[in-house]
T-cell receptor, first 115, second 117 residues
Framework: AQSVAQPEDQVNVAEGNPLTVKCTYS??????LFWYVQYPNRGLQFLLK??????LVKGSYGFEAEFNKSQTSFHLKKPSALVSDSALYFC?????????????FGAGTRLAVHP | EAQVTQNPRYLITVTGKKLTVTCSQN?????MSWYRQDPGLGLRQIYY???????DKGDVPEGYKVSRKEKRNFPLILESPSPNQTSLYFC????????????????FGAGSRLTVL
């Protein structure tokens, strides 16, 4: 079955330290992968996507993600975390189902950045 | 400003009392979709619409209805709400979902928190 998994419910990191939020996927064919962020009382916002090309994708707010085909992973990273990065992060993969393309979302990972 | 607007943002209702959550987008997007967000389950798709008068079921459509009479509006209707429909609901839109670049970059509304007693 096609799916996306975020193995950590919560990630805690100190401000200024690097952060990683993990995502693994299972799809047939070449994956289209996305990261979205949800701040409190807000809708989800697009961060970045991988379609093809360079395995390291850069996105908004200094975030980047590394596509690893052999490990079927698309981990979100940032070199130096900010308290304002604290939010809920969703990984998503595009699948072809029922005759159209749709996104399947992971369960989400809550990132807490401590001062 | 390009946006998706949902109303109401918060609603407490009782079992069986019909309600409608409205969704409107100003980006002339063809594709619109409703999701519900529940702890530990992420976002699950309820219904989607590829264009005006074209709607179809998502993964969890039971107990919901939608309509798409105009391109900008995509209301979610709960004919007889039940407590298991207590959730956070999101409407989203995007350009057509076919193709590569730009496909499936969804714009989300701010969410509607619904409580059914």
């Amino acid at each position: 079955a096609q799916s996306v998994a975020q193995p950590e419910d919560q990630v805690n990191v100190a401000e200024g330290n690097p952060l990683t939020v993990k995502c693994t996927y299972s799809v047939s064919g070449n994956p289209y992968l996305f990261w979205y962020v949800q701040y409190p009382n807000r809708g989800l916002q697009f961060l970045l996507k991988y379609i093809t090309g360079d395995n390291l994708v850069k996105g908004s707010y200094g975030f980047e993600a590394e596509f690893n085909k052999s490990q079927t992973s698309f981990h979100l990273k940032k070199p130096s975390a900010l308290v304002s990065d604290s939010a809920l992060y969703f990984c998503a993969v595009r699948v072809f189902s029922g005759g159209y393309n749709k996104l399947i979302f992971g369960a989400g990972t809550r990132l807490a950045v401590h001062p | 400003e390009a946006q998706v607007t949902q109303n109401p943002r918060y609603l407490i209702t009782v079992t069986g009392k019909k309600l409608t959550v409205t969704c409107s987008q100003n980006m002339n997007h063809e594709y619109m979709s409703w999701y519900r967000q529940d702890p530990g389950l992420g976002l699950r798709q309820i219904y989607y619409s590829m264009n005006v008068e074209v709607t179809d079921k998502g993964d969890v459509p039971e107990g919901y209805k939608v309509s798409r009479k105009e391109k900008r509006n995509f209301p979610l209707i709960l004919e007889s709400p039940s407590p298991n429909q207590t959730s956070l609901y999101f409407c989203a839109s995007s350009p057509p979902t076919g193709g590569a670049d730009g496909a499936n970059v969804l714009t989300f509304g701010a969410g509607s928190r619904l409580t059914v007693l």
